[in-house]
């Protein structure tokens, strides 16, 4: 079964943000900077150092967190993903499916240099995030 974890989304302040919650909550945080992706040598110097990913593990609490990129806006509503980590090819296919049903998907399922990736905003306007691998 996957497991469901929350994605938090920010405006140049995620690692800021993700150093206060682990005060908050202990455990083990990571980063990744746009600027270290693969994509890196692509990116514009104003975004390199932004956080295209941060990982937060606490006991059963697992935060992740990025800085938004790209031309879309940030707004109260579209800053929180629920991540569904998923267990096998089959698995993510599926819940992808079943969610985007009614809805509106912003990225396909597609292979990227981490596992498969997708996401969606459900016929309800929840945001989901999947992952495998």
């Given amino acids: ?14 690692k800021k943000a993700m150093k206060f919650y682990q005060k908050i909550f202990g455990g083990d945080l990571s980063f990744m900077t746009y600027g270290e992706s693969p994509m890196g ?3 514009p110097p104003e975004v390199k150092k932004q956080i295209m990913h941060s990982d937060l593990s606490s006991g059963k609490i697992k935060l992740m967190a ?5 031309e879309a806006m940030l ?22 499916t079943k969610l985007s049903r009614g ?27 999947f992952q495998y691998g």
């Avoid at 996957?2 to 302040?13: C, E, H, K, V």
């Avoid at 707004?75 to 992808?96: A, Y």
């Avoid at 981490?114 to 459900?122: A, E, N, R, S, V």
């Fill in 1 to 14: 079964m996957a497991q469901l974890n929350a994605y938090l989304i920010f405006n140049g302040t995620a």
């Fill in 41 to 43: 040598a692509s990116m």
């Fill in 66 to 70: 990025s800085d938004m990129a790209g």
């Fill in 75 to 96: 707004e109260q509503g579209n800053n929180v993903f629920l991540c569904l980590v998923c267990e096998s090819k089959d698995e993510i296919k599926t819940l992808f």
């Fill in 103 to 129: 809805g509106k998907v912003l990225h396909p399922l597609k292979e990227e240099f981490f596992g498969t990736y997708g996401d969606l905003t459900d016929k309800f306007g929840t945001n989901w995030m």
